[in-house]
């Protein structure tokens, strides 16, 4: 796989792994590193950082603080480029602590007691398999986008409500080493929804713990592949994980099918308001077909003949003011 580990096994075995992918991101690494080292804790951590071979200086960066805490960082390099899904999966592969914390290169933590805390409560429960915590939004190089994410209460969830909505940021998240094994293959497909594979595996798991307290930033980065493109991407891209995720969850259909019908249907409202009618119409279709796999026949047909009256509609208006137009230029 071109890669490689530029530090000998310490002796002392970590509790916990601090899993950081990086990737162009020479400039925010130190901020994410400085974030960990930062943290007020009592047990023995490691820090891996997997560089998806970035053409920036990530790798010197790595280096610079592995003189520094010899004993904590690790560094996994690539001579070539695998891809996001990938860099997470072999990143999670090579943490040997019984936890693993989450970290993008472009992320950092901002409570000193973040690591402690959640360990502290994994220890405690052994029900719990996954435990998070709330964030704050920045824009890089900005300012505070959302003060406080997610909405929802803290407290204990399941596997249905991480099945309705990936509420977990990435930043937050603390989770039992062994969970990331039983990832299927299509996880290297299905970028950028990497987090929300490993949530729903957790939630199968266990129950999902989320803590009082913001405690990371979550960056919103202009520059990435993803920015910018809009709700209808991401509808999209959920609907397709649904898709996947449905054969191996039978007991679950009836919520899946019912999620990708709303998914659909979000996507078919989004093209309806950017005029594509007929790509609206498709996406319609697609939210009938899941509807009656799910048994709600007459909402999906109510939506799907919508669809068409409104398509319908559109097209006879405009044959109309291309009669009209016709009409005048004969006079």
């Known amino acids: 796989m071109g890669s490689g580990i530029l530090q000998d096994a310490v002796d002392v075995v970590p509790l916990l792994s601090v899993a950081i992918t990086a990737y162009k991101a020479e400039h925010t690494l130190p901020q994410a590193i400085d974030s960990v080292l930062a943290q007020r804790i009592t047990f023995p951590i490691e820090i891996i950082v997997s560089d998806d071979c ?3 200086g990530v790798r010197e960066v790595v280096r610079a603080y592995q003189q520094k805490s010899p004993q904590k960082i690790r560094l996994l390099e690539r001579d070539r480029n695998v891809g996001m899904q990938r860099n997470y999966y072999e990143t999670f592969a090579m943490c040997r602590g019984e936890y693993i914390a989450w970290l993008d290169g472009d992320d950092y933590w901002t409570d000193p007691d973040k690591l402690t805390r959640q360990v502290n409560a994994l220890e405690a429960d052994p029900s719990i398999s996954l435990c998070g915590h709330y964030v704050r939004w920045v824009v ?3 300012t505070a986008s959302r003060q406080r994410y997610p909405e929802c209460p803290a407290g204990r969830y399941g596997i249905e409500d991480i099945l309705r909505k990936n509420f977990l940021p990435s930043p937050s998240i603390v989770f039992r080493n062994g969970i990331q094994h039983d990832l ?3 996880y290297f497909d299905i970028a950028p929804l990497a987090d929300w594979p490993v949530n729903v595996l957790a939630a199968l798991s266990g129950d999902i713990l989320m803590l009082d307290g913001v405690m990371a930033d979550y960056t919103l980065n202009p520059g990435s592949a993803c920015w910018g493109k809009g709700e209808r991407y991401w509808y999209e891209r959920d609907a397709a994980f649904y898709e996947l995720l449905e054969p191996l969850l039978p007991s679950h259909r009836v919520l899946i099918r019912g999620e990708k019908v709303k998914r659909y249907e979000a996507v078919s409202y989004v093209l309806r308001k950017q005029g594509d009618l007929s790509a609206s119409r498709k996406a319609a279709v697609k939210a009938f077909f899941a509807s009656t796999r799910s048994g709600n026949v007459m909402r999906g047909t109510r939506f799907m ?12 208006r405009s044959a109309d003011s291309l ?9």
């Open 54 to 56: 970035s053409p920036d």
């Open 140 to 142: 890089r190089g900005g």
């Open 184 to 186: 299927p293959p299509w």
């Open 305 to 316: 003949l919508g669809s068409f009256v409104r398509e319908i509609a559109k097209r006879v």
């Open 323 to 331: 009669s009209a137009g016709e009409a005048s230029a004969g006079d």
